[in-house]
């Protein structure tokens, strides 16, 4: 008889309960220790490969228990026993494989939690996919695998594992397995049961391919969600016999996972596709309209040879103001759509009046003051630049309310307009006039120090003078 002490329990109890970082193998491995240190038993765990034994050996010499569950099967095996066995020892060694068994459970339900948290935590389905197989290469003894995604009747591979060793990665990434070519995926399709081929050389339907001569057993699983087949899990083996119905079994609890991760997949990649379409589609429409923004800017400008870039040097100078306000980057993009088209209202000033060598008359000057309310008038009837039609229509309105065209006061003018109208005056009195040559930057600079606070915004001014103090506004 054994002498099993209940010290001897509690350290094995404790070896499984301390399991985390070590893998099943080395548990077993101490497990093995002690019995041989305490008990003189040589215990191995083998693998059942396929073959079941019910109610295993036990004589007074030697045992062997089988231990299964879902995903391991293994027999606990004792050899070169010194002493006898009783019935006492052969119930310590069944508690013993009960004892196995539970912590294979909970390593089992570790393995399958891992497999859903790496489903929900995973946005690539390869990634998920190929983490799938490397969990199944530990229960199941394939020598590669692959999961593929059935279409239209044709399989096509999301994912595979070990193809490298027999250089047919390359031609699995491309193949597609028709199923009027196939008999393996036909009868698959046709019965929606694994198949199980356990020699492809007794196998008559078995088509060669030379990339995958090598592959003497394979087993095909369907992934089925709601009742249709929505893709197969396949290992395959170069040797034959490797597959037993254990090894569906095994499979078979991942099958609900991999099942809901196709139709997420396919799920996936429509949202994708849709996706990509409108950011294509925004894409062009945004180029377009800057086109359109372009066309009209200098449609402007060659009414107006004098005042050729103006609109773009505005538009420039406005966004480096904004951004030193910190203004977030679509509010700059809107404020340079908005600089690009302040003068659109020039179209419909006569060019004679534009390009005029003199000083305007009082009349003249009117006129040429309505292109504000006509630029905001053209804008408007553009779905597209409505928002940018008040800005153009305040651009000239000033700070103390003095402005045209409604004399508005301080915030009651849109921010964009007051930066526009910094920049505007600033480029305007430093660029070539047809009454008048191009003036020093220091006069600009003066010229809004001056009317700081009366006809322009001090923030707007003080934003100004220090990005050009700075370096980041250049003449
Ligand atoms: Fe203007």
Redesign the pocket.
């Known amino acids: 008889m054994l002498k099993v002490s209940m010290e001897f329990i509690y350290e094995i109890l404790e070896i499984m309960e301390n399991n985390e970082k070590e893998s099943f193998e080395d548990i077993i491995e101490s497990i093995s220790k002690i019995l041989k240190r305490d008990l003189k038993i040589h215990i191995s765990l083998e693998k059942l490969n396929g073959l079941t034994y019910e109610e295993g050996i036990i004589s007074d010499k030697k045992f062997s228990i089988p231990i299964g569950t879902t995903y391991f099967s293994f027999i606990l095996t004792g050899v070169g026993i010194e002493k006898d066995l009783d019935d006492k020892d052969i119930e310590f060694l069944r508690i013993l494989a009960l004892l196995i068994k539970g912590y294979l459970k909970k390593k089992e339900a570790k393995i399958l939690k891992d497999l859903t948290f790496s489903f929900i935590s995973k946005r690539n389905i390869n990634e998920l996919f190929e983490e799938i197989l490397k969990k199944l290469e530990k229960i199941i003894p394939y020598t590669s695998a692959n999961i593929g995604l059935l279409e239209n009747d044709t399989l096509q591979y999301l994912s595979f594992r070990g193809y490298e060793k027999y250089k047919a990665d390359e031609f699995i990434n491309s193949f597609k397995m028709k199923r009027e070519e196939f008999y393996t995926l036909d009868t698959v399709l046709r019965t929606k049961k694994p198949l199980l081929i356990e020699d492809t050389k007794d196998y008559p339907f078995w088509v060669f391919i030379p990339q995958t001569a090598w592959i003497r057993s394979l087993l095909m699983i369907p992934i089925i969600y709601g009742d249709k087949i929505t893709g197969i899990i396949s290992f395959d083996s170069d040797k034959a016999y490797t597959f037993s119905e254990r090894d569906i079994e095994k499979v078979n609890s991942v099958i609900p996972i991999l099942a809901l991760s196709l139709e997420n997949a396919k799920l996936y990649e429509s949202l994708k596709k849709e996706l990509e379409e409108k950011i294509i589609i925004e894409k062009s429409l945004k180029s377009s309209l800057y086109q359109v923004i372009r066309i009209a800017s200098d449609l402007v400008e060659t009414r107006d040879p004098y005042t050729v870039g103006h609109q773009k040097k505005v538009a420039r100078i406005s966004v480096i103001i904004g951004r030193e306000m910190k203004l977030p980057q679509e509010r700059l993009r809107f404020i340079a759509i908005c600089a690009l088209l ?2 659109i209202g020039k179209i419909a000033i006569p060019s004679e009046i534009m390009n005029k060598p003199s000083f305007l008359t009082p009349l003249e000057r009117s006129l040429v003051n309505t ?2 309310e006509i630029g905001y008038k053209i804008l408007k009837k553009i779905n597209i630049l409505g928002e940018v039609a008040p800005v153009v229509y305040q ?2 309105e000033r700070w103390n309310g003095s402005g045209y065209p409604l004399g508005l006061k301080g915030d009651e003018i849109f921010l964009e307009a007051r930066i526009i109208a910094v920049a ?1 005056v600033v480029e305007a009195m430093t660029s070539h006039r047809p009454y008048r040559p191009a003036l020093p930057l220091e006069s600009a600079i003066k010229e809004i120090l001056d009317k700081k606070g009366v006809l322009y915004d001090p923030l707007v001014v003080d934003t100004f003078i220090h990005a050009l103090e700075n370096g980041k506004i250049r003449f």
């Open positions: 302040h003068d292109h504000s651009h000239h505007d």
